[in-house]
C-alpha cells in the first residue's frame, strides 16, 4: 500500500480508494463506528455497526478490566470477528470513535486493524456508495489476548507519576486541562501532564495530518519516541485518536488510559493539579 504521508506505520490507515477496491474481500469486515442513527441512515455499503461510546469504563481495577474484556469479546463476537480478518472501522471523519475501537482490537490482541482516513465523508467526497441495506453478520471466534502494554490503569499512571523518561499526556479540550471546564466531581488535570488537544492531529477536511506535521507538532512539546506515553481524555475516546497518530509515527511504548479524567477526576484518593 502507498505511504504518501511518509508514516513508519502506513498501515494503521486506509484510503477510500483502496477501501473501495477491496471492500468485498472475503477476509475484510468493516465497521462503522458511528451512532447507530447515523449508521442506519446511510453507510458504506456491506459495513456493520458498533457505537463505542455507550461503553465507558470509569474503573480500571483489575475486575472491572477483566468485565471489560469480556464485554467486548461477546460484541466482536457478535459481529463476527474470526481471528484471520483485517477490520477497518470508520467515522464520520478521522475522529474518536473508530480510532478507540482500533485500540480496543490491539488491546485485545487482534493485529490487523484500521482505520478509513477522513471517515465516510472522505469516502462520500471520492463518489463511492452509500447504502441503507443492513448485512447481517457472520458466525465469530474471537478469543482475546490481552496486550496489556498499550493499556493504562489509574495505578499504571500513579506508579508513573513524575517519572523519568514518561509523559502524561492530556489530549482534551484546553478548558477541561485548565480545570474552567468540569466534567467529573474535580477539574483540572493529572500533575505534571502535557497538553495537547487531539484534534490538532487533523487536517481541516479531517484527514490526519502527515507525518512531518504529526512529528513537529509532538516533539515542539517534549513528547518524544524515546519515552513512554501514557494518553487521556475523559473517557479514553479522544485519547485513542492521539494513540493512533504516535503510532503511525512509530512510538513504541503508548498506552491509552482507559478510565481517563472519567475515573480520576471521580476519585478523591488520586492527585489533581489545576495548571
Known sequence: MENPKGYINSDYLVTSDWLNEHRQDAGLLIIDARPR???ES?????ALHHDPFPHHVYDTSPQAIFGFQKQMEEIFCGLGL??????????EISGMRAPRCLWILEYLGHSQVKILDGGLAAWKAQGFPVSQEIPAPGMGSFNPNP???LLATYQDILDRLHQPGVV??????????????????????????????????LN??????????????????????????????????????????????GYPRVRNYLGSWGEWGNR???PIEIP
Open 147 to 149: 496486550r496489556e502494554s
Open 42 to 46: 446511510e453507510h458504506i455499503p456491506g
Open 82 to 91: 474470526q481471528p484471520q480478518h483485517t477490520v477497518v472501522f470508520y467515522d
Open 204 to 249: 481541516g477536511d479531517g484527514t490526519i495530518k502527515n507525518a512531518a506535521e504529526l512529528r513537529q507538532l509532538y516533539e515542539a512539546h517534549h513528547v518524544t519516541p524515546d519515552k513512554e506515553i501514557l494518553v487521556y481524555c475523559h473517557g479514553g475516546y479522544r485519547s485513542a485518536n492521539t494513540y493512533l497518530a504516535l503510532k503511525l509515527l
Open 168 to 201: 502524561l499526556l492530556d489530549t482534551r479540550r484546553e478548558s477541561e486541562y485548565r480545570g474552567t471546564e468540569v466534567r467529573s466531581a474535580r477539574g483540572g488535570t493529572i500533575p505534571g501532564s502535557i497538553h495537547l488537544e487531539w484534534t490538532r492531529n
Open 268 to 270: 478523591p484518593d488520586l
Open 37 to 39: 442513527t447515523d449508521y
